[in-house]
């Protein structure tokens, strides 16, 4: 659904509110990620989780508006792993590369140029991170050092909303990691410096006159007519 610019800073004030109440330590960045959705990814994330936007309210889709406990009341939404969500193509992002097992996307909200997140596509543990994923975040890691060229690249596992993934964060000197909000401008940049292209196939070469000549006359002689 479309939104209006006021229907659009009410919903994502009412699901930031839930969110303030849950227990966690890293609900800022969801906040945060949240503040940013535009109408698609908010109408995304409002779906994904089965909520219905009515009234000015959010209720879970198909209940009542009884405001029980129990079957038909109004619920808050679910706690799903943004992460997920990114995985499914149901929240907007900016992939970099990806393998079988897991894809690198821009931190929205990086730490310093060219931060970057090494997601599972599917959701384990911290200590179960397939080890493509890792070797993922160190061939990404050298593209960094190669196109951005920083002193050093800092690569950590880390959770957020019990989803395990991997930072890959450039460090300079003279530059202090702080958190700040990426313009969308310079994020595109950023992906279109940093993202790995598939290598098309290359066709075969032609072959010579000379190689049609030998592939022909190591053919098998056919004798008689052929039945037609």
Known sequence: MSF??????QVKEQIIKQVEQMPGENNKALIEQIGQLDDAGLDAFLSQNNIEYKDGQLMQTGQSQDGGGGEGGTQPAPDKPIFESIIKGELPSYKIAENDKSIAILEINPLAKGHCIILPKKKSTIEKIPKSALTLAQKLAKRIKLKLKPDDIKIETFSFQ??????????????????????????KKMQKKLVTKTRAKRAPKPKSEKEVAKIKSNLPEVKGRLPY
Do not use: G, H, M, R
């Open 4 to 9: 209006t610019p006021e229907e659009s800073a």
């Open 162 to 187: 019990d989803y395990p993934a991997i930072n890959i964060i450039p460090i300079w000197k003279d530059k202090q990691l702080q958190k700040y909000k990426e313009e969308e401008s310079e994020l």
